[in-house]
């Protein structure tokens, strides 16, 4: 299953995406950059500000790790809505895979889609946030260059 990402609020995409791994599906999500947060922008950015804060003293490699790439962002928040201690959350972990814009030749070749048979579906939004941040814009806030 493609899901695009393109104005759907972030939060509504991704529990219907682990939704569907859970029940075995492999989910791919297109246009993560494109995702919507919906809230006031500063409030947004600051929460984002003060997750980078949080650090291990003793060991750095060991995390938390905080991603600024949309599509790492958001395969971080696809885990949050899984199980992931237990095994069939970390399975359903596996089975997603996000990125960055429509990439049709990698689809076709990685995963043996082709985008002009099988169309990337589309979650209706009830109706659209009036505040609202993209998931491009807080990535490049907090430093993400890609």
Known sequence: MILNAENQ???RLLSF?????????QVIIVNAEKAVISGKKEKIFNEN???????????????????KRPDYYVKKAVRGMLPY???????AYTRIRV????PERELRENHNLDLKKEKPYDLKPKRQPTDYVTVEEVCRFIGGKW
Request: no cysteine; aromatic share 10%.
């Open 49 to 67: 500000l003060a997750k980078l804060e949080i650090k291990n003293k003793g060991n750095y490699t060991k995390g938390p790790f905080h991603y």
């Open 85 to 91: 201690n237990k095994p069939r959350g970390v399975e």
């Open 17 to 25: 995406a682990a939704k569907k791994a859970l029940n075995g599906e």
């Open 9 to 11: 609020i972030l939060g």
């Open 99 to 102: 990125y960055i814009g429509m």
